[in-house]
């Protein structure tokens, strides 16, 4: 009988901290990976007194279970970081064209039209190169524009030659 209640205090401590840790994960994408792995454990603390009485074949399975549960563990850390560097790849696009949309509006803002602009950042967002391509009626009326529009970006982004582009 306190074999069996020393089993149900155990397997309810074991609860209260994993939910514990549930609760304190940072980021809501990684809760759902700790539930499944509290629920695993769970599982297995659960099982583990009849596993006992099965003897060594006992044993063996949940050792094989076991691995079978880290190298799933391993492919999902993976998987997360894949899905990881993937939001940062977006949310840097995202930034790019922000960028390239304030870049046309402040050209706009000083008499030159712009029909597009692309702006390449770098790991620390800041800016690596802009290419920007001129409304074709303005440059045939205005063969200065695109001094003033090289001469806009040096003044606003603090950009040498070799990182302007313009068409």
Sequence with gaps: MSTILNWIKEFLILYLILTILT????????????????????????????????????R??????????????????????????????????KYEQAAASALIAQAKEHGIAVSRASVSLSDDYTINS???????QQKQDDPAVRDRM???LQQLYQLQERQIFID
């Design 23 to 58: 609760q304190l994960a940072a980021a809501e994408e990684y809760k759902k990976y700790l539930r499944f792995l509290s629920g695993m454990i769970l599982m297995l603390v659960l099982v583990s007194p009849m596993l006992r009485l099965l003897g060594s074949e006992g």
């Design 130 to 136: 802009v290419a920007v391509w001129l409304d074709a």
């Design 150 to 152: 090289e001469e806009l």
């Design 60 to 93: 063996d399975l949940v050792q094989a279970s076991y691995e079978r549960f880290w190298s799933s563990m391993d492919d999902v850390s993976s998987q997360a970081l894949q899905i990881g560097r993937l939001q940062e790849q977006r949310q840097m696009e």
